[in-house]
């Protein structure tokens, strides 16, 4: 209907102006608030209770997953918290409605051997592409960045020093919610990337003034390469290194440069920290991952451990 999608593009501004939220974001609560009114046919204003319980009652039908479900009832609350700040309606239908639990998987994570499987499947061949892949790995596996943020890092992120002829160490990265933080670049990320500067215009050259901003510039229509893009050329590389295409994804080196750094001790809060969560819960998933590895951090370095029995 066509108020509803007045107040839809209306609720999307406001969240794009007061949170700066991302189009992948903003794309998603459209998404979802396209399909609730669309199966309820109903105008914004009206919707009851019980028309939110019957909903639920379809996407139970349709065996969507409870993080689908509770990712749904949240746009719908915020959009209506909005319809109740500026007077479209009286009262928000979501808010006697609990929201349902969700288990949260545990992240599958590529070994430290798995990925260096990886990484030495591509030097076999030095070509344009795979220099590319190189620098896109060496630079995931170093940072742990989102594979957005990784996506849509400008040109002018990395900064070279003339006087040591190497990149400087660290990058400024915008992640969630226009959050900045700084990650640090290892010797092989920089490597890869200066390698990969000295063949970018082959894929600059074919991307337009566009392209010209970001730093892995191509063909497609956002001036850069895309993350499904990405997640195919990933899994077409697992398989030329014999592992698992189900098993690498873009997403994997994030929990594995997370889960290889607590491996070898390093503090949780220094981890939230480069991975950019804002809640330390969820960096804690991590704990669930290495249990082994956490208790002999435990048996040899705390001080009750090492007193003499």
Request: with cysteine; glycine share 4%; proline share 4%.
């Amino acid at each position: 209907m066509q108020q509803n999608t007045l107040w839809i593009e209306r609720f999307l501004e406001m969240i794009s102006a007061q949170r700066q939220a991302s189009q992948n974001t903003l794309a998603a609560y459209k998404r979802d608030l396209v399909d609730f009114f669309t199966t309820k046919g109903c105008v914004a204003s009206d919707v009851s209770r019980q028309d939110v319980i019957d909903y639920l009652a379809v996407l139970t039908t349709r065996k969507v997953s409870q993080a689908t479900v509770v990712r749904r009832l949240s746009a719908l609350k915020q959009f209506y918290g909005f319809m109740v700040e500026e007077g479209f309606c009286d009262k928000n239908p979501l808010n006697s409605i609990d929201r349902p639990r969700v288990k949260r998987n545990l992240p599958s994570v590529l070994s430290q051997a798995e990925v260096e499987a990886l990484l030495n499947s591509i030097a076999a061949e030095p070509t344009p592409k795979n220099i590319r892949l190189a620098a896109l790995l060496e630079l995931l596996y170093s940072t742990g960045l989102r594979v957005s943020e990784l996506m849509e890092l400008p040109l002018r992120s990395l900064v070279y020093n003339p006087a040591l002829r190497q990149l400087e160490d660290h990058i400024l990265v915008r992640g969630k919610g226009q959050r900045e933080r700084m990650v640090h670049l290892n010797q092989p990320a920089k490597d890869a990337l200066l390698l990969y500067l000295s063949v970018r215009d082959f894929f600059s050259n074919r991307s337009g003034k566009k392209g010209a901003l970001w730093l892995f510039s191509s063909r497609a229509k956002e001036g850069h390469l895309t993350r499904q893009r990405f997640g195919q050329i990933l899994k077409e590389q697992a398989i030329e290194a014999g592992l698992d295409p189900e098993m690498v994804h873009p997403h994997a080196l994030r929990h594995a440069f997370a889960t290889h750094l607590l491996q070898n001790g390093a503090d949780l809060l220094v981890i939230q920290k480069l991975l950019g969560h804002a809640d330390i819960g969820t960096t804690q998933l991590y704990t669930h991952v290495v249990p082994q590895q956490l208790w002999d951090l435990l048996t040899h370095h705390h001080p009750l451990s090492l007193r003499e029995t």
